[in-house]
């Protein structure tokens, strides 16, 4: 059932080209940490610190940019969006090897800000494509493919900026974006369905109305999940290199990923979705206990098997979630607020389990990020309780619910 569920999916006129595409664009985006990171400490001589700064003037950027774009895009259509941060973010990538440190810093927030938000695309995109009832498998495949452009982007950069230099893995980069860029502005994924109201058609739904707490749980869920996962993937580097295994790292990882894609394939297959909530829960609990597992990168890789399976199926619990609960209107707009949580809860994540690792060593960087992880949880649990004992006023329920979805016949 689920085989033919995944199947149905891929059928839908359009969806296999998105995903394609969208894998290929994520990959660059993926690297530029990691590519910011090479250059700044390898050829410019500067610190870590240094680094870190332009990397968090690029996230911040990009956090509030991805809503204004996802705004723009219910307005006026995904071709223009994508043609403007296309040209911005290349000129970005190729012009900045080039900028001193201070010029970099101050450019990273604006090539943040126009970012190419090839992930809400993505998620946009299939929103208006696949039926309600087949968004889980859809979202499922989107957050496999999201896993297998992390293995491959920073993989990449570091393999480029290792034989070759680190400027080349930063032109490889806009190469890659504008590449990107252009197979996206031919294929001009759909903002709405073919059943919803165009923009000029439909008077823009209030934020107040779907700006809910349901939604605002959602946020958190999706922020609360990149802590854990940020915070996992530094306690894994730490406890690695305090073992002496750093070597191990990427098979960890790797191993970490795959168990995330079969998490994610799985999730997908289930007759019915699981809630947001009770797999972020999940997720933090079995982060938890995986520093007990020692230093030993085969013991470790095991440990993180459990809680990798509940990655993907916890990102792919949140998107539904808000895709159900935007309307078609300001459907944009209320992706790249994922995507800004998301990108929020990385750049919280990765600094609160640091700061734990150098108080208490590397093993406490797990029970860190995932009690963070479950607190946010608990503390949603009263939401989830009123918003299935208490209905939307009239007025606004009949404004958020969805177009009705046309039968196959």
Avoid at 27 to 50: C, F, K, M, R
Avoid at 302 to 317: D, E, Q, S
Wanted: aromatic fraction near 6%; glycine fraction near 12%; proline fraction near 7%.
């Amino acid at each position: 059932m689920g085989l033919r569920a995944y199947g149905s999916v891929l059928r839908v006129r359009g969806v296999a080209a998105l995903l394609l595409i969208g894998f290929l664009a994520r990959i660059p985006i993926t690297a530029t940490s990691i590519a910011l990171t090479l250059h700044v400490v390898d050829e410019q001589g500067e610190g870590y610190a240094a680094a870190g700064l332009v990397g968090a003037a690029m996230t911040v950027g990009s956090a509030i940019g991805a809503p204004w774009l996802g705004r723009w895009a219910d307005r006026v259509g995904m071709r223009p969006v994508i043609v403007l941060t296309g040209v911005a973010g290349s000129a970005f990538w190729l012009l900045s090897p080039r900028l001193p440190f201070g010029w970099l810093l101050a450019a990273a927030g604006l090539g943040g800000l126009l970012t190419l938000p090839a992930f809400s695309i993505v998620r946009q995109a299939l929103t208006a494509l696949v039926p309600e009832d087949q968004r889980r498998q859809a979202f499922s495949l989107d957050a496999m493919t999201v896993e297998l452009s992390y293995m491959a982007g920073p993989a990449g950069a570091v393999l480029l900026a290792s034989t070759v230099s680190a400027t080349a893995s930063m032109i490889a980069i806009g190469a890659g974006l504008a590449l990107s860029a252009a197979l996206l502005t031919v294929l001009n994924p759909p903002v709405r369905a073919a059943h919803e109201k165009p923009a000029d058609a439909a008077p823009a739904v209030p934020r107040r109305v779907w700006l809910r707490p349901p939604m605002l749980m959602a946020y958190a869920i999706a922020a609360a999940s990149t802590l854990v996962l940020a915070g996992t993937d530094v306690a894994t580097v730490a406890v690695l290199r305090d073992g002496g295994e750093v070597g191990w790292t990427g098979l960890v990882l790797g191993v970490w990923a795959a168990a995330s894609l079969a998490g994610g394939f799985v999730y997908g297959t289930l007759p019915r979705p699981l809630g947001a909530v009770g797999l972020l829960a999940g997720l933090s609990l079995l982060t938890i206990p995986v520093g007990l597992a020692g230093d030993l990168w085969w013991l470790l890789a095991l440990a993180l098997i459990p809680a990798g399976a509940l990655c993907a199926p916890t990102l792919t619990a949140t998107t539904e979630q808000v895709s159900a609960l935007a309307p078609a209107s300001a459907r944009g707009e209320a992706l790249g607020l994922h995507g800004s949580a998301l990108t929020v809860g990385m750049a919280i994540g990765a600094p609160l389990t640091g700061a734990v690792i150098d108080a208490f060593g590397g093993a406490w960087g797990f029970a860190a990020a995932g009690a963070a992880g479950l607190l946010i949880a608990l503390a949603a649990l009263p939401v989830v309780r009123r918003a299935r004992t208490r209905a939307l006023p009239p007025d606004e329920s009949t404004e958020l619910a969805p177009d009705p979805v046309p039968s196959k016949a």
